[in-house]
């Protein structure tokens, strides 16, 4: 594992999804899950994430519209979260949704807004 790749993706971890989530996964991962934990931080987050090619805000949104056509809607969530500490404004996540519903469809923009909601609504912003 590169060093230096994990410590900077997890720098970058914790800064979107925060801490106490980044440090509650690292802390439940085992000798199974341990290693997939280090090369996902180290590759997503250190190689992916660190890439200043494109910044985080732009960078969520795009994770939100493939996560959205993928229907991966539990890691939809966590990065709707994290979108909103990267700068995304709720109009932003609505026009994001609505795109989505455009090239997934209907049912997937619909599982966003529900999603999307129990986000806000932890928030304060709905």
């Excluded at 890439?51 to 795009?62: E, G, Q």
Aim: net charge negative; hydrophobic share 45%.
């Amino acid at each position: 594992m590169n060093n230096d790749l994990f410590e900077k993706g997890l720098a970058n971890r914790k800064a979107v999804l925060g801490a106490e989530y980044v440090e509650s996964n690292l802390a439940a991962a085992d000798d199974f899950t341990l290693p997939f934990q280090e090369a996902m931080t180290s590759w997503c987050w250190g190689f992916g994430w660190d890439d200043d090619t494109i910044d985080h805000k732009t960078r969520s949104m795009l994770n939100l519209t493939m996560l959205a056509a993928l229907g991966k809607m539990h890691e939809w969530e966590l990065h709707c979260d994290g979108a909103i500490t990267n700068g995304v404004s709720m109009e932003e996540i609505r026009s994001i949704i609505h795109v989505v519903g455009i090239y997934c469809g209907v049912p997937q923009s619909l599982e966003c807004f529900r999603s999307a909601r129990k986000v806000l609504e932890a928030r304060g912003m709905l």
